[in-house]
């Protein structure tokens, strides 16, 4: 494997489409309201993806470095995981983290300059939070405040976010829609420690799902995805969205299909799994975001 290809995969990039989806939706909330920049819009994509990158590398780097990670870890036997394969050092991760955040701090900088500073605050936020959620002092992950930064996040602040570079204002609407989205986002994360929970107790790890235990976890991750799908309806009869997002109904299939293997025993790849779920909620919500746009 090359150098260049063990960097990129490094990186996660298939967690980038949650990314790309929260900023889609907080822009698309923004073109309901006034005119669309596509240029703002590629320009916030790229930025906050390339943070995302950066807090990938600088999570991997701290979870090898103070022994979390390991190759036998659960994620590592069904995706690569380059540092903890020994095929990337250490050093050559936190390179490439160091560059990969400058290049966001760039794009943000300039979006701060150019469409408000409030930019640059949120920026900060998502900054904080994406570096040390396991680096040293907080590494705030293990504090059992993972899912709820996540959901932060990846629900306002990315959502108000790309609203704020196309309108330079902040939104209830835009803050209300970011919530199912965000919520889906956060259980990624909790469906990977509900599988790791006895790993994670026997590590001294503290999560959502070591204080639950799994059988209540399981019941903590339906009531959240229940909630997601109740709020969407809620919100396209009263606002913000419309009827069309109704759309996002269609991936309940997916749920229930996830629902019976979580409830046998979580698999391996829950929060692949889980991801794919959100996956179709969101761009069903962009769909019919988009469609209530042009029509």
């Known amino acids: 494997m090359g150098l260049y290809k063990k960097w990129f995969l490094a990186t996660r990039p298939w967690s980038f489409t949650m990314t790309a989806i929260s900023v889609s939706v907080g822009a698309l909330m923004a073109a309901m309201d006034g005119p669309f920049s596509w240029s703002l819009y590629l320009l916030t994509v790229a930025g906050v993806i390339f943070m995302h990158s950066a807090a990938n590398l600088f999570n991997d780097y701290y979870d090898i470095l103070s022994g979390v990670d390991t190759c036998d870890v659960s994620t590592a036997r069904y995706r690569p995981h380059p540092l903890a394969e020994g095929s990337l050092t250490l050093t050559e991760v936190m390179i490439e983290a160091i560059f990969l955040f400058a290049l966001a701090a760039a794009i943000g900088i300039f979006l701060a300059v150019t469409r408000g500073w409030t930019i640059l605050v949120l920026a900060v936020i998502g900054a904080f939070a994406g570096i040390f959620y396991t680096a040293p002092p907080f590494r705030y992950k293990y504090m059992a405040l993972g899912e709820i930064s996540v959901f932060l996040m990846w629900g306002p602040l990315m959502v108000e976010g790309a609203y704020f570079v196309q309108r330079q204002t902040l939104s209830l609407d835009a803050l209300l829609a970011s919530l199912p989205f965000g919520v ?69 299939p997916l749920f229930f299909r996830l629902l019976r293997q979580m409830i046998q025993n979580p698999p391996l790849d829950a929060d692949a799994r889980t991801a794919k779920l959100n996956t179709a909620f969101g761009i069903l919500l962009i769909i019919s975001l988009l469609i209530g746009r042009l029509t």
Do not use: E, Q
């Open 184 to 252: 889906l986002v956060a259980l990624v994360l909790f469906a990977n420690n509900l599988r790791d929970t006895a790993d994670d107790r026997g590590k001294g790890i503290r999560t959502l799902s070591t204080i639950t235990g799994r059988h209540k976890g399981i019941w903590v991750y339906v009531g959240l995805v229940v909630f997601a799908y109740l709020s969407v309806v809620v919100m396209a009869f009263t606002g913000p969205l419309n009827y069309w997002s109704l759309l996002a109904l269609l991936s309940l």
